[in-house]
């Protein structure tokens, strides 16, 4: 089945610097990656999501790069402020369109001000 | 109304108690789902429900039973459950099952089985 791989677990950075999570996925066929985001006491929220057809995409401060070939794809933070410390969690959803999303491990971003 | 609830917040219960979670949604979403989530560990996949018929369940231990009474409300019972079992359980919702669904997740009960 699929597995996601996601690095660094742990990334302090300062207010205004850039931020940069990676994720690996185990199977080609999966097809669409959404990153989530979830703050101390909430559940996780949808900050940006890619699908497979697509090499990358932006919102605003927020970015996702998908390298289907290398099987990894990232998500990008520019000019991070405070509010953007969380723990954020890539996913994959497999082929076979049941919805199942599987997650990595999880980032704990700290934005020191 | 764009967001998911959960009732209670918090709940703690031992192991012979009977007890149960809610989840509501009036978003008119038709797949719902629960995962239960560790400290420091991400969302586990637990049951999802579409169009109010189970539709995954991932061998969840039968002291977990989910109920989907209509298509705005899901519900979690909990029987005989086992200290192992205390973690934050997630409900979530999307408009339909499937890939490309964005799910909208609820804040979550933490339950604590003594």
């Known amino acids: 089945g699929e597995n996601v791989e996601q690095h660094p677990s742990t990334l302090s950075v300062q207010e205004g610097d850039s931020a940069v999570i990676k994720c690996t996925y185990s199977d080609s066929a999966s097809n669409y990656f959404p990153w989530y985001k979830q703050e101390l006491g909430k559940g996780p929220q949808l900050i940006i999501d890619i699908r497979s057809n697509v090499g990358e995409k932006k919102d605003q401060r927020i970015a996702v790069t998908l390298n289907k070939t290398a099987k990894h794809f990232s998500l990008h933070i520019t000019e991070t402020q405070p509010e953007d410390s969380a723990v954020y969690f890539c996913a994959a959803s497999p082929s076979s369109n049941t919805g199942k999303l599987i997650f990595g491990q999880g980032t704990t971003l700290q934005v020191k001000p | 109304d764009t967001e998911v609830t959960q009732t209670p917040k918090h709940l703690v219960m031992g192991m012979t108690n009977k007890k149960s979670l809610k989840c509501e949604q009036h978003?008119?979403?038709?797949?719902m789902y629960w995962y239960k989530q560790k400290a420091k560990k991400p969302p586990e996949l637990m049951f999802v429900?579409?169009?109010?018929?189970?539709?995954i369940n991932e061998s969840v231990p039968s002291r977990f039973s989910p109920e989907c009474p209509n298509s705005s409300l899901l519900n979690l019972h909990l029987h005989a459950l086992q200290p192992e079992d205390s973690a934050l359980y997630l409900c979530?919702?999307?408009?339909?099952?499937?890939?490309?669904?964005?799910?909208?997740f609820g804040p979550g009960t933490r339950l604590t089985v003594l």
């Open positions: 429900y579409s169009y109010e018929k189970l539709s």
């Open positions: 978003m008119g979403h038709r797949a």
């Open positions: 979530a919702s999307s408009l339909r099952q499937g890939v490309y669904n964005e799910q909208f």
